[in-house]
């Protein structure tokens, strides 16, 4: 393969990709899991344990000290807790692999000059190890759910297809900045505000309708948000999830994510030159 020749930047060429080098997807991301926690006396068990501790934390801090009440929910110490906790797992999902994604090129020099690599799987293995955490969160939550109320809705079996279009448009994204972070350094501080930023803009500490009418649309065009809500609505209060509202996003998810694949595959030629 010439690195310096023009690559297809087709959905086939994507999935083609994507299924030959799925092995390797999978071992770079749980090397990237273990190496995380490597010398560390509890190992992997720090995955738990993190949102754990968290989690304790955010319950102690609003449930005992702000007193803090969900609009339209019980008035239970946890539920605030709970659905805060949500909206952390979805945005810290979104942040973690924004935030690596403009040093992804940069930090793997070595497959880009040295070996013969499909350098467009770095964003998919960050997002693999992403969601490793992600889940150990998402279980940590649900057992909390499940102490704090005796029960589960059986609509939290959809939350793997509520985060979907989301993962879908999070690689997209990753894509670009990964490319952006070749030839532009400043990517890599710039995306670590705007995912600061999204924090705060996005339904994590508060309900969309505490949000004034007049500022809600820009809430509402926030790409965290929608999921969030989504999220909440199947875990928490045990709705079935706004297919219209999925469908539409997991469009707009894969056109994100066709568009950032070409322009990957477009301006990876140029990095062995920069780097």
Do not use: C
Request: hydrophobic share 55%; net charge positive; glycine share 6%.
């Amino acid at each position: 393969m010439n690195p310096h020749a023009t690559q297809s930047a087709s959905l086939r060429a994507l999935a083609k990709s994507v299924w030959q080098n799925r092995l390797l997807i999978f071992q770079m991301s749980r090397r990237e899991v273990v190496g995380r926690y490597k010398g560390s006396v509890l190992g992997l068990a720090w995955s738990f344990f993190n949102p754990v501790f968290m989690l304790t934390v955010y319950t102690f801090v609003f449930s005992e000290i702000f007193k803090s009440r969900w609009a339209g929910g019980d008035e239970s110490k946890t539920q605030f807790a709970v659905l805060l906790f949500v909206g952390m797992i979805v945005q810290g999902l979104f942040a973690e692999v924004l935030n690596r994604a403009p040093s992804l090129i940069v930090y793997n020099v070595n497959y880009v000059k040295k070996v013969v690599f499909p350098i467009e799987i770095l964003p998919i293995v960050a997002m693999g190890a992403a969601l490793f955490h992600s889940l150990i969160s998402m279980s940590v939550l649900l057992i909390a759910f499940v102490l704090f109320n005796g029960y589960l809705h059986w609509t939290a079996v959809f939350i793997p297809l509520v985060l979907l279009p989301l993962i879908v448009l999070i690689i997209g994204f990753a894509w670009m900045l990964a490319s952006l972070g070749v030839f532009l350094r400043d990517v890599g501080q710039t995306i670590t505000i705007i995912t600061t930023v999204l924090m705060f803009l996005s339904p994590v500490f508060y309900p969309v309708s505490a949000v004034p009418e007049k500022f809600r649309v820009w809430i509402m065009a926030n790409p965290l948000t929608f999921i969030i809500e989504q999220s909440r609505e199947v875990l928490i209060w045990g709705r079935l999830p706004d297919w219209t509202g999925l469908s539409i996003y997991m469009v707009a998810a894969v056109l994100v994510a066709w568009a950032g694949f070409a322009w990957f595959q477009k301006t990876k030629k140029g990095f062995a030159d920069v780097l």
